[in-house]
Nanobody, 122 residues
Framework: QVQLVESGGGLVQAGGSLRLSCAASGRTFSSYGIGWFRQAPGKEREFVAAIGWSDTYYTESVKGRFTISRDNARNLVYLQMNSLKPEDTAVYYC?????????????????WGQGTQVTVSS
């Protein structure tokens, strides 16, 4: 059974930083892409960042502020979030892709975590 557990969310002031972690089990971690998505209240879930074997992808609004990375030895993926803005407030989810590449399409992911809340105050 594949399990994903996010951690690291919390309340931070605008301009601050948080690092989210995604711990994965039940799958050969290094063989799959990992994505981060987020969902704000009243909005649809949206793509944030993804990482494959060596490729990374970001949505335009987080480029230059967020960095996705992975530690295959520890089955962990990180999302370092700097210069946070109130519009980054959302529940953040990690997910494993169906293949080795990262993708911005949620349909390309088959397992999801429960999410971690990120709140950025102005």
């Amino acid at each position: 059974q594949v399990q994903l557990v996010e951690s690291g969310g919390g309340l931070v002031q605008a301009g601050g930083s948080l690092r989210l972690s995604c711990a994965a089990s039940g799958r050969t971690f290094s063989s799959y892409g990992i994505g981060w998505f987020r969902q704000a209240p009243g909005k649809e879930r949206e793509f944030v960042a993804a990482i494959g074997w060596s490729d990374t992808y970001y949505t335009e609004s987080v480029k230059g502020r967020f960095t996705i990375s992975r530690d295959n030895a520890r089955n962990l993926v990180y999302l370092q979030m700097n210069s946070l803005k109130p519009e980054d407030t959302a529940v953040y989810y990690c997910a494993t892709a169906r293949g080795p590449y990262g993708s911005s399409y949620s349909e390309e992911y088959d397992y999801w975590g429960q999410g971690t809340q990120v709140t950025v105050s102005s």
